[in-house]
């Protein structure tokens, strides 16, 4: 009887060997890896924050994996929603 491993809710980055730089002259991430949050797939990049800094601590950036594996586009923010604030009754019941 063989167990499957449940990957929901993990992931892992793994350093990349080679850091080229793309077309834009923007750098490639030092790590990249996947993740998995109730069952949705992204792709995970990592950076370095400043050089020599510890790489336990990078600055992440997310992107939904599409069903060919590709990242699927950001979303354009339309605006955002009420505050907290806005939403709370201000009436105090006692």
Request: a positive charge; aromatic letters at 10%; charged letters at 35%.
């Given at each position: ?31 990249t890896g996947s ?44 605006g955002a929603g ?5 939403e709370m009754d ?5």
């Open positions: 009887m063989s167990k499957e491993f449940d990957n929901t809710n993990r992931g892992q980055i793994w350093p990349r060997k080679a850091r080229d730089t793309d077309e834009d002259g923007k750098q490639y991430p030092h790590f993740l998995n949050v109730g069952g949705v797939e992204y792709w995970v990049d990592a950076w370095k924050r400043k050089p020599g800094a510890d790489p336990k601590s990078p600055s992440l950036s997310f992107k939904v994996k599409q069903k060919d594996g590709k990242p699927a586009p950001s979303p354009q923010r339309q009420p505050s907290a604030r806005e201000d009436e105090i019941p006692f």
